[in-house]
């Protein structure tokens, strides 16, 4: 069960840190942004391995995606940002269409109001709240959202309120994350969330979208002491993960000790992040079902 009241504190409180310390959602945001602009036909840089300053490992052995040859014309797209946070994605969006109106949306309103003052946007154009259950406005032309999904009750009820939201034929492009993301951690403490497998993801998305594209791989990073792990986990607000106790110190002191399984000689401690990205069409024909 999502505790969505636990997950907007737990971003809440990490709004100050998550910049310097979401280092693989800024590699996420630049690879579904690339991904994009391959679709839509701009001249963005291809080039995803942009240096974040940290010990990252990424494999990009898993792609199961296609070209991508569906025209887009060159017009304004009005468009809607699922999980804005601190701007990550809303600050580069400008770099490879023209957007034109952007709305924006998060569970946390605080973070909805300093993406909008950050980056001029309309008051009436910030949507704060949980996606799954605010009023949303209808024809958009793009809707995306990078590493938010996963937090989501019901993907497929969603997905068939964003289809009802785009215009037909417009697109939903998004990265979530799939089986093997934080897999020390559930490991470890028996906790973590019940992600989709790629199969899953696709059929729920089936019911209202076409899939273009869909890919997934692997990012690690290194930490010199499980106690750094933890402290990641905080700063970035993904320790919202599912939990009933506290960390109390012996309860540190044995995930520490677990730790050591995930010890790489010269490289320290391993988290493991497993992005996917997928570019999706409103189905065309027919109606996407109502939530």
Known sequence: ??????????????????????????????????????????????????????????????NVGAHIDTDTSVRSLKTLEIGCGTGLLTSELSTIATISPLYINDLVEDLCSKTAATHHIPYE?????????????????LIISSSTFQWLSSPEALFARLGNSLVEGGMLAFSSFSCDNLKEIKSITGKGLQ????????????????VLHYEENTHTLHFQHPIDVLKHLKSTGVNALPSTNRWTAQKIATFTEKYEEYYVPTKGYTL?????????????????RMS
Do not use: W
């Open 125 to 141: 154009h910030i949507l704060a709240g949980d996606i799954e259950t605010i009023p949303l406005p209808t024809g958009f032309d």
């Open 272 to 288: 493991t992040y497993h992005p996917i990205y997928i570019l999706a069409v409103r189905a065309r024909m027919r109606r996407a």
């Open 195 to 210: 992600y989709q497998s790629h199969q899953e993801t696709l059929d729920t998305l089936s019911h209202s979208f076409e």
């Open 1 to 62: 069960m999502i505790d969505k009241s636990n997950i907007k504190r737990s971003f809440s409180k990490s709004i100050d840190t998550y910049n310097d310390n979401a280092l693989v959602q800024k590699l996420i945001v630049k690879h579904l942004l690339n991904l994009l602009s391959v679709h839509i036909d701009t001249n963005a840089s291809a080039n995803t391995g942009t240096n974040v300053g940290a010990d990252i490992d990424t494999d990009t052995s898993t």
